[in-house]
């Protein structure tokens, strides 16, 4: 039987996936490139046009259907990718540190349903590091995703509290299904994503739960969408190097 997947599942800190998925695509002229992004948005995006389209269990779609589904999903992800090249070269923005923030950033916009005003997602500023005291975890966020924190808790010192909390949450769950050692290690399907990702996974979450889109109150609703893993696009690192699972 197909293991499936809601976005409750995969904003889960137990849950299997890696922290890291990367997508090839290429621009006219040039050779082919990849930019990575969290597995959480890749299937937030995917999650969104299946409820559209009224699809409540990929695994029991009918198979050419959801190939041809699936390729309209990778193209239209992957022309966000050009289109974000297309606005640094035009802006005359030197992209080259952040341009996969910039991507996800983007993507994000589109799964929230709102109008990036001012080239928004073309960021340039460095993660943001938090020490998670209470929690003893040091975790990283994309600037791009921790100003929407800022934003929805009104300020930069309770959006940290909550990032507190959220971290405080995550290692109670992870400790009452073991997916820490005795040591504080992640170990099992656990440790396949960091700490890190895991926040941004239950953040990603919290701002679709958040929204105004209309797929939260569709059947299935972007929550209700099982959806396959897509492993092949899960990155690792072996030996110091990035390399696609197959």
Not at 101 to 111: C, D, E, K, P, T
Not at 144 to 156: I, N
Request: aromatic letters at 8%; a positive charge; proline letters at 3%.
């Amino acid at each position: 039987m197909t293991t499936v997947y809601n976005l409750k599942d995969i904003a889960s800190p137990m849950n299997p996936i890696s922290s890291t998925a990367s997508i090839s695509f290429s621009l006219k002229g040039k050779k082919a490139n990849s930019f990575s992004l969290p597995p959480f948005l890749f299937y937030a995006f995917k999650a969104k046009r299946l409820a559209r389209l009224g699809i409540r269990d990929e695994s029991k779609f009918n198979k050419s259907r959801r190939l041809e589904i699936n390729k309209a999903i990778y193209d239209d992800i992957r022309e966000i990718a050009k289109s974000v090249h297309r606005d640094a070269l035009e802006k005359n923005i030197d992209m080259a540190n952040y341009i996969s923030a910039s991507i996800q950033g983007r993507i994000l916009f589109q799964i929230l349903g709102e109008t990036e005003e001012n080239f928004e997602a073309l960021n340039r500023e460095a993660a943001v590091p938090i020490n998670a005291s209470n929690s003893k975890k040091n975790v990283t966020i994309p600037d791009f995703l921790f100003k929407r924190v800022e934003d929805l808790f009104c300020g930069e010192k309770p959006a940290k509290l909550q990032v507190h909390s959220i971290v405080a949450d995550i290692k109670k769950v992870m400790t009452e299904q073991g997916g820490i050692d005795k040591n504080g290690k992640l170990v099992g399907d656990a440790a396949n994503s960091s700490w890190s990702r895991k926040l941004h996974n239950k953040l990603f979450y919290e701002l679709i739960e958040m929204s105004n889109i209309n797929e939260i109150h569709s059947s299935p609703s972007i929550f209700e969408v099982k959806m396959e893993r897509e492993s092949r696009i899960e990155t690792r690192v072996r030996n110091g190097k990035i390399s696609t699972s197959s």
